[in-house]
């Protein structure tokens, strides 16, 4: 964990914790990593105005289960702009960068599991694999 790192309570629920803790023990990580790595997946498609509204049906799902996660500090700082971009969008207020957080990742853990996992194993490989295979040269 790095000092500028930000720690924030989430409310999901417990089918969306169970997930989270199965990724990240099936990545060798902690929740907080997997956390970011679906943040760094959902929050790009959030700025179109479909998954935006998604999240707002999120919301308004309950969420009983309250999670602790550590974010890098810049991660944080996006989160109340998602916030705001759903308020101007749907009219609904997210509250604050936890409820953000919470939706967020609530949406990235709706997707099909077997397609998260392979995410974070992209995300997790070495840049040479993930590059693909590289052609063998011949020597004359």
């Not at 990240?24 to 679906?38: F, K, L, T, W, Y």
């Not at 997946?41 to 309250?66: K, M, N, S």
């Not at 077997?114 to 295979?133: D, E, I, W, Y």
């Amino acid at each position: 964990m790095d000092c500028e790192d930000v720690m924030l309570t989430v409310r999901i629920t417990a089918a969306e914790r169970a997930l989270l803790r199965a990724l990240a023990r099936s990545h060798g990580s902690d929740v907080s990593e997997v956390a970011v790595d679906g943040l760094l997946d959902v929050i790009p498609a959030l700025t179109g105005d479909t998954h935006a509204l998604r999240l707002v049906r999120v919301l308004a799902r309950p969420a009983p289960c309250a999670v602790t996660f550590w974010l890098p500090a810049p991660m944080a700082d996006l989160l109340p702009l998602v916030g705001d971009h759903v308020t101007r969008l749907s009219g609904v207020r997210v509250g604050p960068a936890s409820g953000a957080l919470s939706a967020a990742l609530r949406l990235w853990l709706a997707g099909d599991p077997a397609r998260l996992a392979a995410s974070l194993t992209t995300m997790h490989a070495p840049a040479a694999r993930r590059s693909g295979p590289r052609p063998l040269g011949v020597a004359a």
